[in-house]
């Protein structure tokens, strides 16, 4: 896939079945929307195996607005997009000693003048994408037994743009912060009484 360009890369080990990851990379659209520093304006279905992606990438401060063709095999997803910097992205699945090692590469064009303009739309939301996906499907593994887990996280939370979940996670934090001080205050005026 390379074909004389440069690449990103980053990795994860995950103690969760192949055919699990698998399975979750299958949704590219949930798998976009857990990037912390990407906004998913739009993404529409335009044929089978394409769809356009709108989005703002916070890394760059660049705006993306591209056809992407999605390739599948049983161990490896493509996404190649058909404009911009970054050519394409593939998420591929090995097995580990512990469960599953997901390796995840962008593939760019060769750029030989460091002053280049397009050096810019480099992506560099990469290691904290793998980073996101990574602590998804962990908590996903751990709590997905709870009921209302899945609809929130993956339905609510990853319809938001990042910044704005990242200001819900804080204000139900700050909530279940409060709720114990609370109980802690009422606990303690119970015992002096």
């Known amino acids: 896939m390379n074909e004389g360009g440069d690449l990103a890369s980053a990795q994860t080990d995950l103690p969760i079945a192949p055919d699990v990851v698998a399975a979750f990379l299958g949704d590219v659209d949930r798998l976009l929307r857990l990037n912390p520093l990407l906004v998913v304006e739009r993404w529409m279905p335009e044929a089978p195996g394409r769809f356009r992606l709108v989005a703002r990438n916070e890394s760059n401060e660049q705006l993306i607005d591209t056809p992407v063709d999605i390739e599948e095999d049983e161990c490896c997803l493509t996404l190649r997009y058909a404009s911009g910097l970054k050519r394409a992205t593939s998420l591929r699945i090995e097995p580990a000693p512990q469960g599953t090692r997901l390796v995840v590469t962008e593939h760019y064009p060769y750029l030989e003048d460091a002053q280049d303009p397009r050096v810019a739309e480099v992506?560099?939301?990469?290691?904290?994408?793998?980073?996101?996906?990574?602590?998804?499907?962990?908590?996903?593994?751990?709590?997905?037994?709870?009921?209302?887990?899945?609809?929130?996280?993956?339905?609510?939370?990853?319809?938001?743009?990042?910044?704005?979940?990242?200001?819900?996670?804080?204000?139900?934090?700050?909530?279940?912060?409060?709720?114990?001080?609370?109980?802690?205050?009422?606990?303690?005026?119970?015992?002096?009484?």
Not at 124 to 134: E, F, G, H, M, N
């Open 123 to 193: 992506d560099k939301s990469l290691v904290p994408w793998v980073a996101a996906i990574r602590r998804h499907l962990l908590q996903r593994a751990g709590w997905a037994w709870l009921p209302g887990w899945q609809w929130w996280h993956e339905g609510v939370m990853l319809s938001m743009a990042p910044r704005n979940r990242r200001i819900v996670r804080l204000i139900v934090w700050l909530g279940a912060i409060e709720f114990v001080v609370f109980i802690g205050m009422v606990v303690v005026l119970r015992l002096a009484a």
